[in-house]
Structure formats: structure tokens, C-alpha cells
């Protein structure tokens, strides 16, 4: 699996920084946010490094491609949606912060109830809804 050793998320994956982990298959991590948006704000990245989401193969070549990575993102959603009880899940692609294809996910701010940096009691929500 490609990594680049000076990538956050890819130190993340080897496991070299702590994250609250959401979710996790053989491509794919979903942790907890460090800079919340609101409760249950989550990143969703590839474990391989990939500069940006739509660097990410097309659906139908090799693995991970797009459609495994929005299944996963479509599934930690709905998790979320469960969990805090909203409707609304806001999702961002922006890559200019972490150069590392990453999908912010995170509950409607003034929707989801409870402490926004409680990043445990945050993830063992969302991971009850999986």
C-alpha cells in the first residue's frame, strides 16, 4: 500500500499518530475529526495515498476505486444520520489542508446534540449504527 511518510492521514493509517477510529475495512479509515465541525464529524480517507478524491480509480479498475470509497463514505453517513437524529449531513472535498484524499462528514451544527470534542463517546455512537 502506498504511503507517503511526511502525509498526517497516511501516519494515521500505519497507525504512527492516535485517532478515534469509526471504521475501518482493508482500504479504507474513517476516524474521528480533531477539529470538529459539530459531534460526530468524521474524516473518511483511503488507506492508499492518493492526492485527492477524484485521483481515486474509477469504478471498475483496481481496488480501492471510487464506488468502494462511496460506499464506505455512503455508509458512515447514514451512521451518522442514525445516530444524532438529522436529516442533514453536510460532506466537504476540498484537499487544500491535508494532502491526502479526505472526506469530511459531519451532522447538521445545530442539529446534533452533545460535546462536539468527546471524540470516544462521538465514535462509539456512530459505530453502534454500523
Known sequence: MEVMSDCIFCKIVAGEIPSERVYENENFLSFMDINPQSPGHVQV???KHFRYVWDVPALGEES????EYFDVVRKIARAIQGTFGTEYVF???MGDEVHHAHVWLFPHPG????DKNNFKENAEKIRSQL
Open 64 to 67: 480501492p476505486n471510487i464506488g
Open 45 to 47: 480517507i483511503p488507506k
Open 91 to 93: 460532506s466537504k472535498m
Open 111 to 114: 442539529e446534533a446534540e452533545g
